[in-house]
């Protein structure tokens, strides 16, 4: 009977305010019995959202949760029981710049982090799904890595983040959408995993400095034919592996080279008291050059990094005679 009676007066309290310290969040209580944060009616700065609330986890930040602190937020403590962030739910907060997710966020809702100050995230591997445009015109956004639960990248996800640099793509991904990386003017270099078999149209449109992207795999279909895939990215070489399918001499308007750095025979041997060696391949291929002491369990050191010119460029090492022996390797960025 008490049971009962317990029942009665949890089921009755859909949406309310927490008690106490916890007073300045706004909830509802979810058929399961875990916690929605739908409002936030604090300060700002730097704010701590609990793990529970009147007892009950808190599993979820909904739909424009903090839209009343968008100018205030300074950092945000997740709780660990979190599993979802909503659409919008920091939309515009600019002066939010660092952000750690925790394990266990399986979704990332539209525009959650759109125009934040966000410098860098982490992203968790629990991390399935990421909304449209989650982090579009985050103009602060410096490097990410995605998660390896993703498949699809939508539509315009990091669209104008013009200070991203540094993206690694998973090779759980198969899709990027359209506009994904659209004016994301520092991205120098890209890798595109094999398992990547559609881009949609204008994915790197208007990515001014893009000079090199590499495919692990076949050529994957067009959105919209392509037409605007590379738009404005005037700079930018294809490059793809020798014997891949599906690949010409041009691909979305941009030249497409296969990947075929090699050392110049006869090139390798002492100059100057260094030991050096003449690299050929595509003209714009970018090379990094590795070194190790130990082949059978190797280290490998990154030695340099360089983009073909003309015919070759000569790489030579300034520590060989520090080692009784010493192997080399080339691979792509």
Not at 64 to 88: E, K, M, Q, R, W
Not at 93 to 100: I, P, R, Y
Not at 236 to 246: D, E, K, L, N
Request: proline share 6%; glycine share 14%.
């Amino acid at each position: 009977m008490l049971l009962n009676k317990r029942l009665l007066v949890t089921f009755g309290m859909m949406a309310g305010l927490a008690t106490g310290l916890q007073a300045q969040f706004a909830y509802k209580i979810n058929s399961d019995l875990t916690i929605t944060i739908t409002g936030y009616t604090g300060p700002g700065g730097a704010v701590t959202i609990p793990p529970t609330l009147d007892g009950l986890l808190v599993t979820s930040i909904g739909s424009n949760a903090f839209l009343s602190v968008s100018s205030t937020l300074t950092s945000v403590s997740l709780p660990y029981s979190l599993t979802s962030i909503g659409d919008n739910a920091f939309n515009a907060c600019g002066s939010l710049t660092n952000l750690t997710i925790p394990n266990g966020v399986t979704s990332i809702g539209g525009s959650a982090f759109t125009g934040s100050g966000l410098i860098s995230i982490t992203i968790p591997n629990s991390v399935t799904n990421l909304g449209a445009g989650a982090f579009w015109n985050c103009g602060s956004l410096t490097s990410v890595k995605i998660p390896t639960g993703v498949t699809f990248i939508v539509d315009g996800t990091f669209y104008e983040c013009v200070k991203l640099a540094s993206v690694s793509i998973p090779n759980s991904v198969n899709t990027i959408g359209s506009f994904a990386f659209y004016n994301c003017t520092s991205l120098g270099i890209i890798t595109i995993p094999n398992s990547v078999t559609v881009i949609g149209d204008g994915a790197f449109a208007a990515c001014t400095n893009l000079s090199g992207v590499y495919f692990m795999g076949t050529a994957p279909s067009l959105g919209g034919g392509g037409s605007s895939l590379f738009s404005g990215a005037d700079y930018s070489v294809i490059y793809y592996r020798p014997g891949a399918a599906g690949w010409g001499t041009t691909f979305a308007g941009r030249p497409a080279l296969p990947c075929n750095p090699h050392v110049q025979n006869g090139s390798a041997g002492l100059r100057g008291g260094q030991f050096g060696f003449s690299v050929t391949g595509s003209y714009g291929l970018r090379i990094v050059v590795e070194a190790s002491a130990n082949p059978a369990n190797p280290v490998w050191v990154p030695m340099a990094t360089n983009a073909m010119g003309f015919g070759s460029y000569y790489f030579s090492d300034p520590t060989s005679m520090q080692y009784p022996r010493r192997f080399y390797r080339l691979r792509s960025p």
